[in-house]
T-cell receptor, first 116, second 110 residues
Framework: GAGVSQSPSNKVTEKGKDVELRCDPI?????LYWYRQSLGQGLEFLIY????????KSGLPSDRFSAERTGGSVSTLTIQRTQQEDSAVYLC??????????????FGPGTRLTVT | GQNIDQPTEMTATEGAIVQINCTYQ??????LFWYQQHAGEAPTFLSYNVLDGLEEKGRFSSFLSRSKGYSYLLLKELQMKDSASYLC???????????FGTGTKLQVIP
């Protein structure tokens, strides 16, 4: 079946503009994750959804960042008033944990955001 | 909170064996993942350990010791295509949050 998809694949925006990044998880996957990866760095956790709820928003860098998930499916990460330090690859992943039993995460191809 | 440590870079020779270590300190523990990430690509799943011991999967094996907060990924018969970053990730109790280490960049040389 289809994997995780993200759009756009690349986004160049001017400093101060708002951007929206979209993630379509694998159908039926209840858990959805957003990570940020700067060049040559590891994955920085941003936010996690279980269904439409976000139990952990602790990774969001500032109040300019927000995310939502609707219908237990598509998620949108919004960055307001973008800054140059927001430039990174934004990765989305989904999984289907069974209670406390974890499942592997399936990653999308990422959105490369460049703020000029 | 969770803290995960792994070496930044390693170099190994084609055909050899390499062990990539990962140590972690967590407020709870549900399992440990290893992912492979080639440059410019998304991470892909390699292994998941919940119980102590060694899990073998082809050329790749992963070991876990929960009492020591320690894991390693063992790669045998190294191939040039194994040059990539290897990410250790830990999930804690209560919910399915997964925290990643910064990754170990492995370079395989002829």
């Amino acid at each position: 079946g289809a994997g995780v998809s993200q759009s756009p694949s690349n986004k160049v925006t001017e400093k101060g503009k708002d951007v929206e990044l979209r993630c379509d998880p694998i159908s039926g996957h209840t858990a959805l994750y957003w990570y940020r990866q700067s060049l040559g760095q590891g994955l920085e956790f941003l936010i996690y959804f279980q269904g439409n709820s976000a139990p952990d928003k602790s990774g969001l860098p500032s109040d300019r960042f927000s995310a939502e998930r609707t219908g237990g499916s598509v998620s949108t990460l919004t960055i307001q008033r973008t800054q140059q330090e927001d430039s990174a690859v934004y990765l989305c992943a989904s999984s289907n944990p069974q209670g406390a039993i974890m499942d592997e995460q399936y990653f999308g191809p990422g959105t490369r955001l460049t703020v000029t | 909170g969770q803290n995960i440590d792994q070496p930044t870079e390693m170099t190994a020779t084609e055909g050899a064996i390499v062990q990539i270590n990962c140590t972690y300190q967590t407020s709870g523990f549900n399992g440990l993942f290893w992912y492979q990430q080639h440059a410019g690509e998304a991470p892909t799943f390699l292994s998941y350990n919940v119980l102590d011991g060694l899990e073998e999967k082809g050329r790749f094996s992963s070991f876990l010791s929960r009492s020591k907060g320690y894991s390693y990924l063992l790669l045998k018969e190294l191939q040039m295509k194994d040059s990539a970053s290897y990410l250790c990730a830990v999930s804690g109790w209560g919910y399915q949050k997964v925290t990643f280490g910064t990754g170990t960049k492995l370079q395989v040389i002829p």
